[in-house]
T-cell receptor, first 115, second 112 residues
Framework: EAGVAQSPRYKIIEKRQSVAFWCNPISGHATLYWYQQILGQGPKLLIQFQNNGVVDDSQLPKDRFSAERLKGVDSTLKIQPAKLEDSAVYLCASSHSGSHQETQYFGPGTRLLVL | GDSVTQMEGPVTLSEEAFLTINCTYTATGYPSLFWYVQYPGEGLQLLLK?????DKGSNKGFEATYRKETTSFHLEKGSVQVSDSAVYFC???????????FGKGTKLSVIP
């Protein structure tokens, strides 16, 4: 079974530029998550989708971050404009139905450096 | 608010030593508890989990028991190997909430 795919793996941009990340979850997984992992910390949830609807985006900085999951499969996360403090690893995860007992499967992440 | 506190690192052990990484949580109700591991250059992967009190999760020689009375989920391994060198994250997911709340991670280095 193919895992969660993410691209790009690395991205370097200057502050105030925009950037987009792509995620393809495990086939058949209804729930998709985006996490931000700042160096030395645990991942923090940014947004959760159930199929193509948003379940929780309470920790997403909506003035600069946006995410969509068209057709309930792939998802993109965008930052516009980027700030220095956005430097982090952006992780995508998916799970079958989103139950709190389920395992979330993580992709390799996109490492973003904002200069 | 809800949170996870895990042992600060880094932890350095000799091969075949006993490992304990402490994890306690603050949450209402009956959360599910997880240990995730991140090997160098790789993504997060589930190591083990427990979904109700007194359950023991185990995998690859690692164990953790869900202790509701002490709100703990400590990770143990009787004899670590060099290949266990990684960052270990304790996490929970509360009933009624889908998101994982992670601790800060504990970096383990095992030397031959």
């Amino acid at each position: 079974e193919a895992g969660v795919a993410q691209s790009p793996r690395y991205k370097i941009i200057e502050k105030r530029q925009s950037v987009a990340f792509w995620c393809n979850p495990i086939s058949g997984h209804a729930t998709l998550y985006w996490y931000q992992q700042i160096l030395g910390q645990g991942p923090k949830l940014l947004i959760q989708f159930q199929n193509n609807g948003v379940v929780d985006d309470s920790q997403l900085p909506k003035d600069r971050f946006s995410a969509e999951r068209l057709k309930g499969v792939d998802s993109t996360l965008k930052i516009q404009p980027a700030k220095l403090e956005d430097s982090a690893v952006y992780l995508c995860a998916s799970s079958h139905s989103g139950s709190h007992q389920e395992t979330q499967y993580f992709g390799p992440g996109t490492r973003l450096l904002v200069l | 608010g809800d949170s996870v506190t895990q042992m600060e690192g880094p932890v350095t052990l000799s091969e075949e030593a006993f490992l304990t990484i402490n994890c306690t949580y603050t949450a209402t109700g009956y959360p599910s508890l997880f240990w995730y591991v991140q090997y160098p250059g790789e993504g997060l992967q589930l190591l083990l989990k427990a979904t109700k009190a007194d359950d023991k999760g185990s995998n690859k020689g690692f164990e953790a028991t869900y202790r509701k009375e002490t709100t703990s989920f400590h990770l143990e391994k009787g004899s670590v190997q060099v290949s266990d060198s990684a960052v270990y994250f304790c996490a929970y997911s509360g009933a009624g909430s889908y998101q994982l709340t992670f601790g800060k991670g504990t970096k383990l280095s095992v030397i031959p």
